[in-house]
């Protein structure tokens, strides 16, 4: 039923007498300062009729009685025994709650102790609801440290210490890295199989990418990883990407390690019917170790049968050394130098073989009209060509409809690390930075509701619990 400012709703006497002191309308003339001060105090009524609910709902749903209560249980191989109620305070969406439950001693000395409704209600941290812990996750992947905490005050009227708070990220991104990459191999597959319904001339394609980012760690700067899968359907339509993070780490063998069974992981999945696989990379020292120590050696994980990786130099890096190419032949600035160097960027995109026709070119200036820039920089940039030649056929796959930049995993060290791990003043740990770019990858590569519902609703051995009867147990009523 709808109801009118001038006539609230019947169905509480204690809100109707307290209407009065709400509706601001009825004292002063209509005016935005009216609307807002309104809407103000309607969410804050909203939201402690909410807390209340929530607060004797769940203060309701253990026994209070100690002779119901088991005096002891055995829990993931651990013995317990009942010691007595404690008083837990917990954040909630509404802000927080209080309420008694039963505390279970670990027979071992030392070790913790579990409150089994703390567990069952699934408690993070031991002080967030799953519902708030949610919302927490997905703010600390956005925000810096503070804008979340005022974020978490202003929705949720929620005020956490910051220790609190980093423990609550902590626990957060731990669970959610346990289950993301395999959350992530059952996305791929099913935008694999959404490719494959698409009408269009060109073949379903996987494209891998991986890069360097450097961050602002305790010591000092050092190398990030990151990763990205993209699915492109038949008409050359991205679908998704996944994205991979891992905070610096000598020789990058987690990401190295992750990546790989991603991609396995998909090919298991997949069988015999395999995309278009391409790897297309900057030419950097570990992207293209990867290629040469895992992609290029690997074979399907089901039948053993060596797979057909084609690796491309990003485009765009190229053209940076055709630059440098033309500034070591006309000089740095020259308008000649700036004209050759569109003319290659063209001939090398669109040429068949045109890579050896700017080797050509390049060797034939030098031999007509000498070097008016240094002999280290031509040596340099016509070297990158010549040894990276076989990754340079970009005329070929753009006929495949097949993307010849890395512009993905370039934005994927942009989007994961710079805007959020790279903001002024900010140094990191490796494992506190790990837990955010947990969380962000998971957020970025649209993943979060997969995991999410995936840790909710998780099977997994619960501690028996003595549920209140409110029909007989007159302390609930």
């Known amino acids: 039923m709808f109801w009118t400012l001038s006539s609230p709703p019947t169905c509480s006497t204690s809100f109707g007498k307290s209407w009065p002191r709400y509706n601001v309308f009825s004292r002063r003339e209509i005016r935005p300062a009216g609307c807002f001060q309104f809407e103000r105090r309607l969410e804050r009524l909203l939201r402690e009729l909410g807390r209340l609910i929530f607060e004797r709902t769940i ?38 709650v ?29 002080r967030m609801t799953p519902a708030l812990a ?36 902590a626990e957060l991104a731990t669970e959610v890295r346990g289950v993301h990459d395999e959350e992530a191999i059952e996305q791929l597959l099913d935008w694999l199989r959404q490719a494959r319904q698409s009408a269009g001339k060109h073949s379903v394609l996987l ?50 390690r992750r990546l790989t ?45 060596p797979l057909s990786w084609s690796c491309g130099v990003d485009f765009f890096h190229a053209c940076e050394y055709v ?19 569109e003319q290659q960027r063209k001939t090398l995109r669109d040429d068949p073989n045109g890579v050896s026709k700017v080797i050509a070119r390049a060797a034939q200036q030098k031999r007509r009209h000498g070097l008016r820039g240094t002999k280290k920089d031509y040596a340099l940039a016509l070297n990158y060509f010549k040894k990276y030649r076989d990754y340079m056929d970009y005329a070929a796959r753009r006929e495949r409809g097949e993307p010849i930049g890395s512009g993905i995993t370039e934005a994927g060290c942009k989007v994961i690390f710079n805007q959020r791990l790279k903001q002024s003043g900010m140094r990191w ?30 099977a997994r051995p619960l501690p028996p619990i003595t549920q209140a009867n409110t029909n007989r147990d007159p302390e609930m009523n």
């Open 59 to 96: 203060r309701r749903l253990e026994s209070q009685r100690r002779e119901q209560t088991a005096a002891s249980f055995t829990w993931n191989g651990e013995t317990y025994r009942r010691n007595r109620q404690t008083v837990n305070s917990i954040d909630t969406r509404f802000g927080r």
């Open 98 to 126: 209080s309420y008694e439950r039963w505390f279970f001693q670990n027979g071992q000395p030392g070790s913790p102790g579990v409150a089994p409704l703390d567990v069952r209600l699934g408690i993070v941290a031991g």
């Open 134 to 169: 949610e919302a927490t996750g997905r703010l600390a992947a956005d925000m810096p440290q503070q804008a979340a905490l005022q974020m978490l005050r202003e929705r949720f009227a929620v005020k956490m210490s910051v220790d609190s708070y980093r423990r609550v990220v």
């Open 207 to 256: 494209q891998v990418g991986r890069d360097g980012v450097y961050v602002q760690t305790r010591p000092c700067w050092e190398e990030a990883a990151c990763a990205t899968l993209a699915v492109y359907d038949r008409n050359r339509k991205r679908l998704g990407t996944i994205y991979l993070g891992q905070m610096p780490e000598s020789e990058q063998p987690t990401m190295t």
């Open 261 to 305: 069974n991603v991609i396995e992981g998909v090919l298991r999945g997949l069988g015999d019917n395999l995309p278009a696989l391409r790897y297309v990379t900057d030419a950097g020292c570990h992207p293209q170790a990867y290629y040469h120590d895992v992609l290029a050696k690997m074979k399907h994980p089901l039948t053993q049968q």
């Open 323 to 341: 630059a440098k190419l033309a500034a070591a032949i006309y000089g740095t600035g020259k308008e000649s130098a700036n004209h050759w160097a």
């Open 429 to 458: 740990r490796r494992a506190t930075g790990q837990y955010i770019v947990d969380l962000r990858t998971a957020n970025r590569s649209r993943l979060w509701p997969r995991i999410w519902n995936r840790l909710i609703t998780a």
